[in-house]
Every structure is written in structure tokens, then in C-alpha cells.
Nanobody
Framework: QVQLVESGGGLVQAGGSLRLSCVASGRTASTYHMAWFRQDPGKEREFVSV????????YYADSVKGRFTISRDNAKNTVYLQMNSLKAEDTAVYYC???????????????????WGRGTQVTVSS
């Protein structure tokens, strides 16, 4: 089992940057594939990015490609989401998620992830 705690959210102007962090607790945290999702009130949870255990496989949603970068530091049990050129439509609660199995066809589905953090709010003002 793994516990996830996100941090780094906040209020930023459009065009600005934020870096989110997600610390995973547990001795086997490095054996989980880690992802970021986001959700606006009244909307479905949306896939943002995922990184495999070794960092060799990374996928992004089209809406963030070229602006967001996911990375992980297994020595620190931490995954990061560097968000640049932020837009008002990036405003959401951002959630960290973990899974033991990453299916290259279904990695964007929230039901593929067994563990979730509580989220961190990102607000982009236009």
C-alpha cells in the first residue's frame, strides 16, 4: 500500500509556472507507476500525465503536451509536475495517483489507479 501527498498548488497568473510535488510513502513506493490527474467541479477527472517506475515511459494529455513535464526521483519517493505557460483552463484540483500495472492503452483511465492523494488546488488567473 502507498500513501500520496501532493503540494505546490497555488494562484498564478496566466503564462506563469508552478511545480507540483507528490510524495509517496511506503517501502515499495518506487515500484508504482505515478500519474497526475485534474478535476474541475462538475467535471470528470481528467488525465494529465503518467510516468513509469523507471521513468522510461511518459505520456501526456494533448492539452498539456509541450507545457507540462512529469518527472520522478525514486530516491526521494517523489513525482513532480512542472507546469509552464499556464492557462486559465488549467485551473483545477490536481491529484497524484499510483498503480502497479500501467497498460499503454488504458493509462488515462482513473479506474486504473488504486491509490490517490487528496489533491492540491491550482488556480490560473487570466
Amino acid at each position: 500500500q502507498v500513501q500520496l501527498v501532493e503540494s505546490g498548488g497555488g494562484l498564478v497568473q496566466a503564462g506563469g509556472s508552478l511545480r507540483l510535488s507528490c510524495v509517496a510513502s511506503g517501502r515499495t513506493a518506487s515500484t508504482y507507476h505515478m500519474a497526475w490527474f485534474r478535476q474541475d467541479p462538475g467535471k470528470e477527472r481528467e488525465f494529465v500525465s503518467v510516468v513509469s517506475t523507471s521513468g522510461s515511459m511518459i505520456y501526456y494529455a494533448d492539452s498539456v503536451k509541450g507545457r507540462f513535464t512529469i518527472s520522478r526521483d525514486n530516491a526521494k519517493n517523489t513525482v513532480y509536475l512542472q507546469m509552464n505557460s499556464l492557462k486559465a483552463e488549467d485551473t483545477a484540483v490536481y491529484y497524484c495517483a499510483a498503480t502497479r500495472m500501467m497498460n499503454r492503452f488504458h493509462y488515462a483511465r482513473p479506474d486504473q489507479y488504486a491509490y490517490w492523494g487528496r489533491g492540491t488546488q491550482v488556480t490560473v488567473s487570466s
